[in-house]
């Protein structure tokens, strides 16, 4: 019965996650060149603001983690973010040039409300299955990328044929069916959650969220606004948070402190993880439209879905990660998740090689071969799956229920810091404003690429190096 209880939440779960992901997938995959072509803005403004938007995106979902956990539960706290995100992509839609930072400040704060619960809610569903645990967040993972290859794939069509508002509305009706699914389940998830005795009494705490709710939203717009202010305002977020999180780790048993400092240890090689997950709606999508022939298999396609390419292999490896698992669970030699998020970034790198590898065989028009890009986000992707999808499992595994959701939010802080770090590197490549190839911006993209797999194959081999002490570390008695 229990088993039957948490497959239907996983797919409850995994159900709004695919129509939320593919909402802001559709945002995402299409906002740099949007910004470069109907905003007019040079491409390191247009990477800085893609930046203070996706550190915007993950820098309050600590917040909405804990509201989820303590004030509203996490069935409402999902609800509110989806309404508010769909306010947003609604603005971007149909409102004026001058409410766009409003607009993309609304999916912001909708996301920061949504983005840890789902999570949150697989996490204490999935706690006490340990065998299970790292497959469920596997599947997980994979509604969240089957909504990114739609998104990939229909945006970028919508945009180039009929217009990026089309595009945006796509976005609002994903987030609208979301919302409606939710509604239509929320008292059985509520039950299953247990938040019916939890939060009840508690109604007019709706007030004081909503209250703060608006008070970010202004922020925000400042922020996306006048995004040289993001890196001092995440400065002072990542130090309160850590602030906090060291103290209140001392109040744990030398056990569970442990954990936590190697969550914490985990959390920073993530972030040099994801700065590089960041280059594939930046630098990676404009070395696609700059430099990659946009047709596979005699199909021609807009070049802006190159990055289709990153949830396709999702998908492909997700069940096939998620059956070695459970064998691998139960096998003589298990791999801890330091292993595998080791192997992860063995395989970003890989994905790098292959990116500088493929400019020497660039043609007279400085285009190459799409089946380069194809093999890059081959291991592009299975590093996502070992180090990003993992991740949430690694929360849910180490840390303890009564940390879950604060943590959840600590881990999508990562990505909040990586949007302005991956922002940072793509800024280092020189875009030419009338997006034309040349040779001077092919070899650009070359020199990066070629800097970035050798940094992460350096840190791939030191934390091989590291398994054996942080699996010391949680192995320890109290």
């Not at 550190?55 to 004030?71: D, T």
């Not at 796509?170 to 919302?179: E, K, M, T, V």
Request: aromatic content about 16%; overall charge positive; hydrophobic content about 55%.
């Amino acid at each position: 019965m229990k088993n039957q209880s948490s497959l239907s939440i996983l797919f409850f779960i995994g159900f709004i996650e695919f129509f939320e992901r593919f909402g802001f997938y559709t945002l995402q995959g299409i906002l740099v060149v949007y910004l470069l072509k109907e905003k007019h803005f040079t491409s390191t403004d247009a990477f800085h603001i893609y930046g203070a938007f996706s550190a915007l995106l993950y820098g309050f979902v600590g917040l909405g983690g804990w509201c989820g956990e303590r004030i509203l539960g996490a069935s409402t706290t999902l609800l509110l973010g989806l309404l508010v995100m769909l306010l947003g992509y609604l603005g971007l839609t149909f409102a004026s040039v001058e409410a766009f930072f409003p607009s993309l400040a609304g999916v912001c704060i909708g996301n920061a409300l949504f983005k840890a619960n789902p999570a949150t809610i697989l996490g204490k569903i999935y706690h006490d299955q340990p065998e299970k645990l790292h497959s469920a967040f596997t599947i997980f993972y994979m509604t969240v990328n089957l909504g990114a290859l739609s998104a990939l794939i229909i945006g970028p069509f919508l945009s180039h044929h009929l217009g990026y508002r089309y595009a945006f509305f796509a976005s609002a009706l994903g987030i609208f069916i979301a919302c409606c699914v939710v509604m239509i389940n929320k008292i059985k998830l509520r039950e299953v959650t247990q938040e019916l005795q939890m939060f009840q009494g508690k109604k007019w705490h709706f007030l004081g969220v909503m209250g703060v709710v608006i008070l970010l939203w202004v922020l925000t717009v400042f922020l996306l606004s006048s995004y040289v202010y993001v890196i001092l305002g995440l400065k002072v977020v990542i130090a309160m948070v850590l602030a906090v999180y060291l103290w209140a780790a001392q109040n744990e048993s030398p056990g569970v402190r442990r954990r936590l400092w190697v969550v914490l240890i985990l959390m920073v090689e993530a972030v040099v993880f994801f700065t590089l997950y960041h280059q594939m709606p930046t630098s990676i999508n404009l070395y696609g439209v700059l430099h990659v022939y946009p047709k596979i298999l005699g199909i021609a396609f807009d070049p802006q879905s190159f990055q289709a390419l990153n949830p396709f292999w999702i998908i492909v490896w997700s069940p096939v990660l998620a059956v070695w698992y459970q064998k691998n669970a139960i096998s003589a030699y298990p791999l801890s998740i330091f292993h595998k998020f080791s192997i992860g970034m063995l395989c970003c790198g890989l994905s790098y090689i292959v990116l500088y590898v493929s400019h020497f065989f660039a043609d007279a028009s400085f285009h190459v071969s799409p089946m380069w890009l194809v093999v890059s986000y081959i291991f592009q992707s299975l590093a996502e799956l070992l180090v990003s999808a993992l991740g949430l499992a690694m929360v849910a595994e180490l840390v303890p229920t009564t940390w879950m959701g604060g943590v959840m939010g600590m881990w999508f802080l990562t990505s909040s810091v990586s949007g302005f770090t991956g922002a940072k590197v793509a800024s280092l490549i020189e875009v030419p404003q009338a997006m034309q190839a040349s040779l001077h911006s092919l070899n650009a993209f070359a020199t990066v690429f070629a800097e970035i797999a050798l940094v992460i194959i350096a840190i791939s081999l030191l934390m091989f190096f590291s398994i054996k002490y942080m699996q010391k570390m949680i192995s320890l008695n109290d």
